[in-house]
């Protein structure tokens, strides 16, 4: 490399604190996610939060601070593990996996695909203790209203969907692209395959004899009042205490199909 040539730049990166680090790459490493893992497009990292437990035992789950029912993952331990996270690259975002976070989005994809990449905590049990968020305050992220066992999952759903905008180039890249014009043409809220699908609804391609529900107070493109709303809980801890509260669904995702 000449000094007229600009340096490369490093490929996006998603460092991955979890309990199970053995779940990844899982379904991203397949397919064109795969490819571009193996092609060196994007980068993959996984933290064990368990390493950094300082007991002969490695507990990493307390109960709640201030009473309430469960376990929670302990501060000192997620603590630990989010600063070894982020020594490295102090400049990559802290997204904590959580279902009371905002829900996830093409437009916030898109934002964040475009820097450097991502660190990603996925909580276990009744989630991560309330000291540690208000210590970090991460960047809260959801898939929808519904519970998963941990934010694995979750964290495979958000870097695929960053998959649709990674920087580098590649054939990989404008495939993604390519199906992400696809579904926003469709449905101008979804993100890549329905971002949105943690509602539960998939996006498909409207016809002419079944009628499309609009969104909560609309209507059908058929003039007809949109189907019966259902409702799920929205959860979270907050003082280290759950908390329930009523959420409605988008009448989309009751439509019949």
């Not at 395959?193 to 998939?202: E, K, L, V």
């Amino acid at each position: 490399m000449t000094k007229d040539q600009p340096a490369a730049q490093p490929p996006w990166t998603a460092r991955v604190l979890t309990l199970f680090p053995e779940l990844f790459p899982g379904p991203l490493g397949a397919s064109l996610s795969g490819q571009a893992l193996v092609r060196g497009l994007w980068r993959l990292e996984t933290l064990d939060i368990r390493a950094y437990a300082s007991d002969k035992h490695a507990t990493v789950d307390d109960a709640p601070f201030g009473g309430g029912p469960g376990m929670v993952m302990r501060p000192d331990v997620v603590d630990a593990a989010i600063a070894a996270g982020l020594s490295s690259s102090p400049v990559l975002p802290l997204v904590h996996l959580t279902p009371r976070g905002r829900p996830l989005d093409q437009a916030w994809v898109k934002e964040h695909a475009a820097g450097p990449g991502l660190v990603l905590l996925c909580g276990r049990y009744e989630g991560v203790d309330e000291r540690v968020i208000e210590a970090h305050r991460p960047v809260e992220v959801s898939l929808g209203d519904f519970v998963l066992a941990g934010g694995d999952v979750a964290a495979m759903v958000l870097v695929e969907a960053c998959g649709s905008n990674w920087r580098a180039g590649g054939a990989e890249r404008g495939e993604f692209r390519a199906r992400s014009a696809r579904v926003s043409a469709l449905h101008p809220a979804a993100g890549v395959a329905g971002s949105r699908c943690a509602r539960g609804a998939a996006v498909r391609r409207p016809r002419a004899d079944r009628p499309v529900a609009a969104r909560a107070g609309g209507t059908t493109d058929a003039g007809a009042a949109p189907g019966p709303v259902g409702a799920l809980p929205r959860r979270g801890w907050i003082g280290g205490r759950r908390v329930i509260e009523g959420q409605r669904r988008s009448p989309i995702c009751d439509s019949k199909r």
